[in-house]
Nanobody, 117 residues
Framework: VQLQASGGGLVQAGGSLRLSCAAFGRTFSNSYMGWFRQAPGKEREFVAGISWNGGSTEYANSVKGRFTVSRDNAKNTVDLQMNSLKPEDTAVYYC???????????WGQGTEVTVSS
């Protein structure tokens, strides 16, 4: 499966962006899906994850209450709604496919998010 993230860009602090991930090659309706990010000079970190049916989600403490992950299995897409963005959210964001205890088994191309202060 190929995962393609889109929706990144430049936004001012306090603003919002919606990232989308499309899967090509096969359906991912039975997979847990995740979002990770990597800021310049830092290691990749987990941002959010969602179960195969969308019934369960989890978030990094740094984004709880600001980010929302969702999925549409009919469209084979996973979205990340990011609100109240902060400069420290600046990073390349990656969509991933995996399992309940390992979201990051398959990685797609990232999309860059820059939050200006």
């Amino acid at each position: 499966v190929q995962l393609q993230a889109s929706g990144g860009g430049l936004v001012q602090a306090g603003g919002s962006l919606r990232l989308s991930c499309a899967a090509f090659g096969r359906t991912f309706s039975n997979s847990y899906m995740g979002w990770f990010r990597q800021a310049p000079g830092k290691e990749r970190e987990f941002v959010a994850g969602i179960s195969w049916n969308g019934g369960s989600t989890e978030y990094a403490n740094s984004v709880k209450g600001r980010f929302t992950v969702s999925r549409d299995n009919a469209k084979n897409t996973v979205d990340l709604q990011m609100n109240s963005l902060k400069p420290e959210d600046t990073a390349v964001y990656y969509c991933t496919e995996g399992e309940e205890d390992d979201y990051g088994q398959t990685w797609g191309q990232g999309t860059e998010v820059t939050v200006s202060s």
